[in-house]
């Protein structure tokens, strides 16, 4: 059987033995995250600019979505606050 490759981190208690492996581990897993999360800026940037470019070419729909949300917003304040 091998013994892993351990790392000796000095800690206020005392030396610490963590397994290499756990710090690969964690660096393969901050890789993951990092991809997951330029993946998401991108499909946050390209629904950005769809939205953008609906609203350009649907402006009287726009601005009735936009009167009819606030109007919603604003009954949802006033029903809370009147409790």
Do not use: Y
């Amino acid at each position: 059987m091998l013994v892993p490759e351990t790392a000796t981190p000095q800690t206020s208690e005392g030396v610490v033995s963590v397994p290499v492996a756990v710090f690969d581990r964690m660096a393969e897993l901050q890789r993951q995250l990092d991809e997951a999360q330029a993946q998401l800026e991108h499909r946050r940037a390209r629904d950005r600019e769809r939205f953008r470019r609906w609203r350009e070419n649907n402006l009287d729909e726009a601005r009735r979505r936009t009167r009819e949300s606030v109007r919603a917003s604003r009954a949802r304040k006033t029903a809370g606050g009147s409790e």
